[in-house]
T-cell receptor, first 113, second 112 residues
């Protein structure tokens, strides 16, 4: 079955720097990959989706890359702010139908002043 | 604005009790999902439904059942709660034509 690996160790960075989070998967490549943000005690919130035929996707200060050869997605937050502190989850689906997303365990990001 | 609501934020139940967790979405979405989230294990899919009265097992359905009598409502039932079902339960919905899932605020369930 598909497994997703995200760095379980928290990532601490300084305000203004670029945060880079990694999502690796095994086995077959998904039709698309999604990134979600989760704050403590709350449900995940969708951020970005990148499809298998896309190399890169941007939204404001967020950028996602998708390398199907490496079986890896990178999630970047540029000019990071303390308000970006949260847990970031990647999720993938191989059916393309939005069903049965498999989620990683998430990486906790802390942006310090 | 998209909205998924869950009946309780916190719930305390005793072992052996029957527990109902309710989820309602107001977006006319076809798909609805129940997950549980535990430290170090991430989000795991319990059941999902892609239409009224339809349901499919997720990765960890044992000890749970679901009900979807109306499009907007998806209920998770713990037939006989056990301490290992203490967890955060998250409901989500999505459109048949869109891959994004919208999550509710979660229900933190403690089984004593």
């Amino acid at each position: 079955s598909q497994k997703i690996e995200q760095n379980s160790e928290a990532l601490n960075i300084q305000e203004g720097k670029t945060a880079t989070l990694t999502c690796n998967y095994t086995n077959y490549s998904p039709a698309y990959l999604q990134w979600y943000r989760q704050d403590p005690g709350r449900g995940p919130v969708f951020l970005l989706l990148i499809r298998e035929n896309e190399k890169e996707k941007r939204k404001e200060r967020l950028k996602v890359t998708f390398d199907t050869t490496l079986k890896q997605s990178l999630f970047h937050i540029t000019a990071s702010q303390p308000a970006d502190s949260a847990t970031y989850l990647c999720a993938l689906d191989i059916t393309g139908g939005g069903n049965k997303l498999t989620f990683g365990t998430g990486t906790q990001l802390k942006v310090e002043l | 604005d998209v909205k998924v609501t869950q009946s309780s934020r916190y719930l305390v139940k005793r072992t052996g009790e029957k527990v109902f967790l309710e989820c309602v979405q107001d977006m006319d979405h076809e798909n609805m999902f129940w997950y549980r989230q535990d430290p170090g294990l991430g989000l795991r899919l319990i059941y999902f439904s892609y239409d009224v009265k339809m349901k499919e097992k997720g990765d960890i359905p044992e000890g749970y059942s679901v009900s979807r009598e109306k499009k907007e409502r998806f209920s998770l039932i713990l037939e006989s709660a056990s301490t290992n079902q203490t967890s955060m339960y998250l409901c989500a919905s999505s459109s048949r034509f869109q891959e994004t899932q919208y999550f509710g605020p979660g229900t933190r369930l403690l089984v004593l």
